[in-house]
């Protein structure tokens, strides 16, 4: 495969090769000699419950031609069944069982499958996980006997690969156990079957976005969630399969991750067409070029293709083209329209009662450290321990109708109760960014201990450094203010508020009390934008690009 590769744009660059032919022009893609398969069925719930004849064409097509179409597994995307009913398990297992000894398969659960979100369903009990880890090509599971996140290992034209299958909603205990398996494979290239992931219009769920109906994000974790916990992280990350969104029914998103991989997300569902699909499945045919992938929609019912430009196409596999990972591509850079107001680096040696400079202006602070750990390290950063403070003076958002700060700092305790990182305000009055507990994040406006905020229950990575920014904007969204909180180059909230900054008395500024190293404060007088937050993180927090100016 070449490792060669120029620089993708970032996400949605389409790599698809569409037939430039009509519907009714268009031929099946022919079968390529050597190339492997990979069998993918999407949501079969309305066999199992009206056309069970459908579910059984499936799979016996899938064993009878194992051997010719070079089958090495059948990945089903989940709602196996309608109603998670003894009598359609009992279908299904009938249906996969003729694939043993002849295909193995990985199977993700969706919200069919189970009776609710306490995440009860019938799966164990008709494919026990003593049974599949007998597979050469078994990895394991994410809880002992529960078969509803496994991992598999398996090899196509002579290169490692695999596929987690993982729950509907992947919880975050989950997704912090696919990251481990990830990252204990990193020489193998990887799919990610999940039952809702690609939302209608080749947009990943988000529930930020509002409007996406049957979101994931109830149960656990959403697309964009699982892009930005998991999916873009891994430079062998290749394709994620989704199904479930039954009113639109198929989807592409190519995304670049983080080392420049690009990562290839596919969405389909047929069940709203007739007799709930026609029994159509999407075959997914590795070309012995190492870097061609032809996505065909076929039918063992009716014995044919589907040859529309959403069910017939050819991907490119593109591998990673850096070492070290980069969350936004360079030539996206944004300059900054205005500089801060208030920048403070942290530069310098000292403990309790040092001077803190603020490099642009004149709002000065001064470490209080109430604890002899707690000093600037002579690395740029100040170490607080606990108790430690910076207090900053008053004032600094008098007289601003905007605002924006942007804090770089890592924390290092496993445990928080209430920690602010930042707070402009006073007892009764504040704008802040604190820590709950270790994983649940909130930015806060409050008048008058009238308080309004954004919380966040978001991973963090003890001893990794960490982009927090919070926005607040006059003008907002029809009329009324915006609070916009963003982590790392990400917007992880939005909520309009009724309280007015000019209401807030910042007469008690202070970074802290927080454990954890503080490289960098910013202060704006304007909302950041998306892009500009992007370009921050991206430049991290000793760069700064200006209109007409460069700072570092």
Not at 247 to 263: F, P
Request: with cysteine.
């Amino acid at each position: 495969m070449n490792r060669n590769i120029h620089l993708l744009l970032i996400a949605g660059i389409c790599l698809i090769s569409v037939n430039p032919a009509s519907c009714e022009e268009a031929k099946p893609l022919p079968w390529i000699r050597g190339s492997t398969t990979l069998v993918v069925m999407p949501d079969t719930e309305r066999y199992s419950d009206d056309y069970p004849h459908l579910f059984e064409a499936q799979t016996n097509w899938i064993r009878e031609n194992c051997r010719r179409r070079r089958i090495v597994y059948a990945l089903h995307l989940g709602d196996i069944t309608q109603h998670n009913a003894p009598v359609e398990w009992e279908l299904a297992k009938r249906c996969f069982g003729m694939l043993n000894d002849h295909v193995p398969y990985a199977l993700a659960p969706g919200n069919h499958d189970y009776s609710g979100p306490n995440r009860g369903t019938l799966m164990n009990e008709y494919f026990p996980v003593a049974e599949v880890q007998k597979w050469s090509t078994f990895g394991g599971v994410f809880q002992k006997d529960r078969l509803e996140n496994s991992y598999h290992l398996f090899r196509i034209n002579g290169r490692d690969w695999m596929v987690l299958a993982l729950e509907f909603g992947p919880r975050d205990e989950v997704v912090k156990w696919a990251n481990k398996i990830l990252g204990q494979y990193p020489d193998r290239l990887a799919i990610l079957v999940t039952h809702a992931y690609l939302f209608r219009n080749n947009t990943r769920y988000d529930h930020l976005r509002g409007q996406q109906r049957a979101s994931p994000h109830g149960w656990g974790n959403d697309g964009e969630e699982l892009w930005q916990k998991l999916v873009r992280r891994y430079p062998n990350m290749m394709i994620v399969l989704s199904g479930h969104v039954s009113t639109g029914g198929l989807g592409y998103l190519a995304s670049e991750g983080d080392y420049g991989n690009t990562v290839h997300q596919i969405m389909v569902d047929y069940e709203k067409q007739r007799h709930g699909g026609m029994a159509y499945m999407r075959l997914m045919e590795f070309l012995p070029d190492g870097e061609t992938v032809q996505v065909k929609s076929y039918s063992p019912f009716t014995k044919g293709y589907k040859t529309d430009q959403g069910n017939q196409f050819t991907l490119k596999l593109k591998l990673a083209t850096r070492k070290t990972p980069i969350r936004f591509n360079p030539t996206e850079l944004v300059l900054l329209s205005k500089e801060p107001i208030h920048r403070y680096s942290f530069d310098g040696t000292g403990g309790d009662g040092v001077k803190i400079t603020d490099s642009i202006g004149t709002a000065h602070g001064a470490l209080q450290a109430n604890e002899t750990d707690s000093k600037l390290n002579g690395n740029g950063q100040v170490v607080l321990t606990g108790n430690g403070t910076i207090g900053l003076p008053p004032k600094i958002l008098a007289g601003k109708e905007d605002i924006s700060f942007e804090v770089w700092f890592t924390p290092t305790a496993r445990n928080y109760n209430w920690n602010s990182v930042v707070r402009f305000g006073n007892s009764d009055d504040w704008l802040t960014y604190v820590f709950r507990t270790l994983t649940v994040h909130r930015a806060e406006i409050a008048v008058d201990r009238h308080n309004e905020d954004i919380q966040r229950n978001v991973p963090v990575e003890i001893g990794k450094s960490m982009q927090v920014v919070v926005t607040y904007d006059k003008d907002g969204t029809d009329g009324k203010p915006l609070l916009v909180y963003y982590r790392n180059g990400e917007c992880f909230g939005k909520m309009q508020t009724s309280i007015r900054l000019s209401d807030v008395d910042d007469s008690q500024n202070r970074l802290g009390p927080f454990t954890g190293k503080l490289d960098e404060l910013r202060v704006y007088d304007y909302p950041l934008s998306l892009a500009e937050v992007r370009s921050n993180f991206t430049l991290g927090p000793d760069g700064l690009s200006v209109v007409g100016k460069q700072k570092n």
